[in-house]
């Protein structure tokens, strides 16, 4: 049987908490959760780069533990990404990225030149491409695959690692979009979106062109809206918070699978939101899915 191929596409780096590192990236966080929970129904490859220095040895080792090919992945002379997390009362985390790390340097070559070719959705951001290079390696690989891919932007805005531009430039590339209550808010004024929540995430869809966007609102839950004009609505999931460092890139990662198994927008939504929540309730992005959460062919 032939899976479809998921790939997570820019940051790989350490999450620096105050007891210690874990792994992250939202695009690594989302291809490590698409892994575990796809790993009946899908391949899923990681294209960054990491440095030649332990913490890369460690990173790739990360990946490969939770299921993640990563031959897109090289090793450089540039230091492994690392940010420094800083958490409040409430578990919501605020992030200082080291730079020129080895993932602002991820280059072109034929080996992403074929992995994009055999791609059914790929996901990336914004962050990733606040270097020159990485930014253009970023965007010739969303163009380079199939007319039938998703192409699922998480927008992930990251002061002050973002600019108005890339979120211009990013939009066009993509055919899917997710992004959060206060991502949300930041853009409405840059895109020119106005109205109540759901009016601007219409706006956003057909604006762009879409096939569908995300919108995660934290402890008001989630919104999904597709081009042809089904609407997902759900609340918050109550949950004891450990903290909220992957919650979206593991709701993203239940999405795409979703979209990739042609599964009802309904059924897609309250998986992801049931992921989400279950990190949550974990320390760190990349806790491990329990098996109850794993897709099956149908």
């Known amino acids: 049987m032939s899976y479809p191929t998921l790939v997570g596409l820019g940051e790989i780096l350490w999450d620096l908490f105050p007891d210690g590192p874990r792994f992250g990236g939202?695009?690594?966080?989302?291809?490590?959760?698409?892994?575990?929970?796809?790993?009946?129904?899908?391949?899923?490859e990681m294209v960054s780069a990491v440095g030649n220095d332990p913490l890369g040895e460690q990173a790739l080792a990360?990946?490969?533990?939770?299921?993640?090919?990563?031959?897109?992945?090289?090793?450089?002379?540039?230091p492994t990404g690392t940010v420094l997390v800083e958490l409040d009362s409430r578990g919501q985390a605020t992030?200082?990225?080291?730079?020129?790390?080895?993932?602002?340097?991820?280059?072109?070559?034929?080996?992403?030149?074929?992995?994009?070719?055999?791609?059914?959705?790929?996901?990336?951001?914004?962050?990733?491409?606040?270097?020159?290079?990485?930014?253009?390696?970023i965007r010739?690989?969303?163009?380079?695959?199939?007319?039938?891919a998703w192409r699922l932007l998480d927008i992930n805005l990251r002061p002050p690692h973002w600019c108005p531009e890339v979120v211009r430039e990013s939009l066009p590339l993509a055919n899917v979009v997710k992004l959060n209550d206060h991502e949300l808010a930041e853009?409405?004024?840059?895109?020119?979106?106005?109205?109540?929540?759901?009016?601007?995430?219409?706006?956003?869809?057909?604006?762009?062109?879409?096939?569908?966007?995300?919108?995660?609102?934290?402890?008001?839950?989630?919104?999904?809206?597709?081009?042809?004009?089904?609407?997902?609505?759900?609340?918050g999931t109550p949950v004891t918070?450990?903290?909220?460092?992957?919650?979206?890139?593991?709701?993203?990662?239940?999405?795409?699978l979703g979209l990739v198994l042609n599964q009802p927008l309904a059924e897609i939504h309250r998986r992801a939101a049931q992921v989400a929540a279950y990190v949550c309730t974990q320390c760190g992005a990349t806790p491990g899915i329990p098996p109850e959460f794993q897709l099956k062919h149908s």
């Open 95 to 137: 992030y200082t990225f080291a730079s020129n790390t080895a993932w602002d340097n991820l280059a072109w070559s034929p080996t992403l030149a074929d992995l994009a070719r055999r791609t059914s959705l790929v996901c990336f951001g914004t962050l990733g491409q606040r270097a020159p290079t990485s930014r253009a390696t």
């Open 140 to 148: 010739q690989f969303v163009a380079a695959t199939p007319e039938t």
């Open 187 to 235: 853009l409405s004024p840059l895109l020119d979106l106005s109205g109540p929540e759901p009016l601007r995430v219409e706006q956003l869809l057909r604006r762009y062109s879409l096939k569908l966007v995300a919108l995660t609102r934290g402890e008001r839950g989630s919104l999904l809206l597709n081009a042809s004009g089904e609407r997902s609505e759900l609340p």
């Open 241 to 256: 918070v450990a903290d909220t460092v992957g919650a979206g890139d593991a709701f993203t990662a239940a999405l795409a």
């Open 62 to 78: 990360a990946l490969r533990s939770h299921g993640v090919e990563v031959g897109g992945s090289p090793r450089m002379d540039f």
């Open 26 to 44: 939202a695009p690594a966080n989302f291809a490590c959760t698409a892994a575990e929970l796809g790993a009946r129904v899908a391949t899923v």
